[in-house]
Nanobody, 123 residues
Framework: VQLVESGGGLVQGGESLRLSCAAS????????MGWFRQAPGKERETVAA????????YYADSVKGRFTISRDNAKNTLYLQMNSLKPEDTGVYYC?????????????????WGQGTQVTVSS
């Protein structure tokens, strides 16, 4: 399985970005997925996660009300809409795929990982 993130960049505080994660080699429709981020000197943290049917989602408290995770199984793609971005959202954002249908709130619950896309938010 290959996961390729895109959509990162440099934005000012308050602006929006939409990240995409395109999967190949396996259909994502039967598996939970998530978005994670890692800032310099910090551990990787879970930003959002979604189960296989999109009827259960998880958001870190720091992004609730600002970020939305979604998936298009027909396009084999995961998305993260990020609004009202803050400087503390800066980091490398990764998408990942579980091998089961239920989501996990911990990065260790995910098996396949993308290479990441940089998001930088200036103040």
């Amino acid at each position: 399985v290959q996961l390729v993130e895109s959509g990162g960049g440099l934005v000012q505080g308050g602006e929006s970005l939409r990240l995409s994660c395109a999967a190949s080699g396996r259909t994502i429709s039967d598996y939970a997925m998530g978005w994670f981020r890692q800032a310099p000197g910090k551990e990787r943290e879970t930003v959002a996660a979604i189960n296989w049917r999109s009827d259960n989602t998880y958001y870190a408290d720091s992004v609730k009300g600002r970020f939305t995770i979604s998936r298009d199984n027909a396009k084999n793609t995961l998305y993260l809409q990020m609004n009202s971005l803050k400087p503390e959202d800066t980091g490398v954002y990764y998408c990942a795929l579980r091998r089961v249908t239920m989501l996990s709130t911990a990065p260790t619950g995910y098996y396949y990982w993308g290479q990441g896309t940089q998001v930088t938010v200036s103040s």
